[in-house]
């Protein structure tokens, strides 16, 4: 697993918006307030386990996990 940032531009410079460990970080095709969902995902040797973060006005925020055996 290694750590993920997500930055976005503005006037300013880049801002953080989202860090999470994760072994794969997917941006996806959908959308939500404009910005596109992330997926981030992790394995054990039995479980896959998949976080789904989603744009709050600020900043991605985790939205749902889903779990399974491998």
């Known amino acids: 697993m290694i750590t993920f940032w997500v930055f976005r531009p503005t006037p300013h410079g880049n801002e953080l918006i989202l860090t999470a460990l994760a072994h794969d970080?997917?941006?996806?095709?959908t959308r939500w307030?404009?910005?596109?969902e992330i997926e981030m995902s992790g394995e054990t040797a039995v479980v896959m386990t998949s976080n789904l973060f989603r744009w709050d006005g600020r900043k991605y925020a985790f939205y749902r996990e889903k779990s399974g055996p491998i």
Not at 25 to 29: G, S, Y
């Open 25 to 29: 970080l997917i941006v996806k095709k």
């Open 33 to 36: 307030k404009g910005y596109r």
